[in-house]
């Protein structure tokens, strides 16, 4: 790269933009975060944003297995510490019948984080247990489309496929093209959304890969970021009528009445641990979190005021 001086050397001082007046001077004035102290060089090719590496987690549903509540927690935490400025909202279950409207809920979550402005968007569902760094892993990888690698802890269809090409993780696979995986766990940048009509999210991974792929984007999968998942996908064809029915009557049963679980890790001690739990029992990594009451921060109360 040519000095001033050298540029001015070779005939050029006129193209030197040196001075708040000079004819090649444009002001671009952005405010900004601290996100970008997390771009870690890459701010060389990216954008402007108002606020880098800025992230909605959204969880498809509020039904969380057991243990995901508190790891979520706990990777938001790690992620605010590293840097990032991070949102939660769990997506209202839009369901006439259990799953009829996962869907729905994602692309919900798709035009909520286009609408929020935020550079990326953290798809999860409510049977995966997080690891505290899945997020900041995820986002380092700096792809308009990333997933981490899923593990099933319990499929009642082991045989069953949860990625194309079928693929074991190890150290030093980094990141993999692939066809199709599930869609249990997900990274996004949000302007891939601007490719995407709701129609998209609806019927099974495959389809959605297809969606993608029609816009020249491929899911890439980070071998190297293991999330476990509490049970394999439901492959509702799969199942016999009087199966199918049964479980459906279960989950619409559990949706209306079952409380939810968000209690604290196992071993956590308050004394010695960061975090709180409020008088319901919910356990909040910052204690500050709890505060924003049921419904968050813009929830009314009965009276309409805030």
């Known amino acids: 790269?040519?000095?001033?001086?050298?540029?001015?050397?070779?005939?050029?001082?006129?193209?030197?933009?040196?001075?708040?007046?000079?004819?090649?001077?444009?002001?671009?004035?952005?405010?900004?975060?601290?996100?970008?102290?997390?771009l870690a060089g890459r701010e060389r090719y990216r954008l402007p944003h108002l606020s880098f590496n800025s992230v909605l987690i959204t969880v498809i549903g509020n039904e969380y297995h057991e243990g995901a509540w508190w790891r979520l927690q706990d990777m938001m935490r790690y992620t605010e510490e590293a840097g990032y400025e991070v949102a939660l909202e769990e997506v209202d279950d839009a369901s006439m019948m259990p799953s009829d409207a996962i869907g729905i809920m994602r692309a919900c979550a798709a035009m909520l984080a286009l609408d929020a402005g935020v550079e990326w968007c953290f798809m999860v569902d409510c049977d995966a247990l997080l690891e505290k760094d899945t997020l900041v892993k995820l986002i380092e990888r700096d792809l308009p489309v990333c997933y981490p690698f899923i593990d099933v802890l319990y499929d009642d269809y082991p045989w069953g496929p949860t990625m194309a090409p079928r693929m074991k993780p190890d150290i030093g696979m980094g990141v993999q093209p692939v066809i199709w995986s599930c869609m249990s766990v997900m990274l996004f940048n949000t302007k891939v959304f601007?490719?995407?009509?709701?129609?998209?999210?609806?019927?099974?991974?495959?389809?959605?890969?297809?969606?993608?792929?029609?816009?020249?984007?491929?899911?890439?999968?980070?071998?190297?970021?293991?999330?476990?998942?509490?049970?394999?996908?439901?492959?509702?064809?799969?199942?016999?009528?009087?199966?199918?029915?049964?479980?459906?009557?279960?989950?619409?049963?559990?949706?209306?009445?079952?409380?939810?679980?968000?209690?604290?890790?196992?071993?956590?001690?308050?004394?010695?641990?960061?975090?709180?739990?409020?008088?319901?029992?919910?356990?909040?990594?910052?204690?500050?979190?709890?505060?924003?009451?049921?419904?968050?921060?813009?929830?009314?109360?009965?009276?309409?005021?805030?």
């Open 194 to 306: 601007n490719c995407l009509d709701a129609y998209s999210w609806h019927g099974h991974d495959l389809h959605f890969a297809q969606c993608l792929a029609h816009y020249g984007h491929r899911i890439m999968v980070d071998m190297e970021t293991v999330v476990k998942v509490t049970r394999g996908p439901g492959r509702t064809p799969s199942k016999e009528w009087d199966e199918l029915w049964s479980d459906m009557e279960s989950a619409h049963r559990n949706r209306q009445t079952k409380e939810r679980d968000r209690r604290p890790p196992p071993d956590w001690d308050p004394a010695f641990q960061p975090g709180a739990v409020d008088p319901d029992g919910v356990y909040w990594a910052v204690d500050s979190w709890k505060y924003g009451g049921v419904g968050g921060r813009t929830a009314f109360d009965y009276t309409g005021k805030e």
């Open 1 to 38: 790269m040519p000095s001033a001086n050298d540029m001015r050397a070779a005939g050029l001082g006129k193209y030197v933009t040196d001075r708040s007046t000079h004819p090649n001077y444009f002001v671009s004035s952005w405010p900004v975060g601290l996100g970008h102290r997390t």
